[in-house]
């Protein structure tokens, strides 16, 4: 079974699906390079209107494998930066995608799935689902994702959920324009069809202009940032509390940074 389904309708809607519900659709090296793959093949297909990002499962996405990121902290720091550079790029090609993307996010998004619903034109939302920008709580930060999703809420928003790493609601998400709509679970299908067909009613050369255009007179990330956010999330993978972060989680204990009263 795939990691990530891909189709194209005859309307020219592409749709990428998460497909590792076993795993709340975490993504590890491989899925990013196949969603770096099709969202290049797609951004280049001349029959494609609209690019639609789901997912299979009660999650949208845990975010980053836990069991990737801490293979990852044992590697060197050269590899750790190549290997952030891949998802930076999977966050810089789903923004820059020319055509308009809707992320429908049915389920719980966290960490970096925060940032894939960030790099989004429109998102909608399931009153089921829930976000955090868990990072902090693993002695990481949301480094790679962290223009988008300050774009996205605003840097005041951004700082209370990085420093807190709190769970949030869909509602929530709405309120701080994380999403532009919150619907009933068995209404996220009807929502998403209602706007995919109102966006379609427009011209697709008008289209691409308005999304070039609104990247244009804000501009969401360079190549120093890039280097920049890149640059950390290496450092704190192989850094000592992220190590211990991660060792905390999977032995199912508290990081030596909680003191206890």
Not at 32 to 44: H, T, Y
Not at 45 to 65: C, T
Request: glycine residues 6%.
């Amino acid at each position: 079974m795939s990691a990530l389904l891909a189709s194209l309708d005859p309307r020219g809607v592409a749709t990428l699906t998460l497909n590792r519900p076993e795993v709340h659709n975490a993504f590890d090296d491989v899925l990013i390079a196949d969603l770096n793959r099709v969202i290049a093949e797609f951004s280049l297909h001349p029959e494609v209107r609209l690019l639609v990002l789901r997912a299979e499962g009660k999650s949208f996405s845990a975010g980053a494998d836990l069991g990737w990121m801490k293979r990852m902290a044992s590697y060197s720091r050269e590899d750790n930066e190549a290997d952030a550079r891949e998802l930076e790029r999977l966050m810089r090609g789903l923004h820059e995608f020319p055509k308009p993307t809707l992320a429908l996010v049915q389920g719980a998004a966290y960490g970096g799935a925060v940032g894939l619903v960030s790099c989004c034109d429109i998102a909608i939302a399931s009153e089921a689902a829930s976000f955090s920008l868990s990072e902090a709580k693993l002695g990481l930060a949301p480094a790679v994702i962290s223009p988008y999703v300050i774009a996205a809420m605003g840097a005041r928003q951004a700082s209370r959920y990085f420093l807190s790493a709190e769970r949030f609601s869909a509602q929530r998400a709405c309120e701080i324009g994380l999403v532009h709509e919150v619907v009933a679970a068995d209404a996220l299908t009807g929502a998403s069809e209602k706007m995919i067909s109102t966006v379609l009613d427009n011209g697709p050369v008008a289209l691409m202009a308005c999304k070039a255009l609104a990247r244009k007179i804000s501009p969401v990330s360079s190549a120093e940032i890039s280097d920049y956010t890149t640059t950390l999330i290496a450092s704190l993978r192989t850094s000592q509390e992220g190590q211990e972060g991660l060792s905390a989680f999977f032995e199912k204990r508290a990081p030596a940074w909680q003191k206890k009263n």
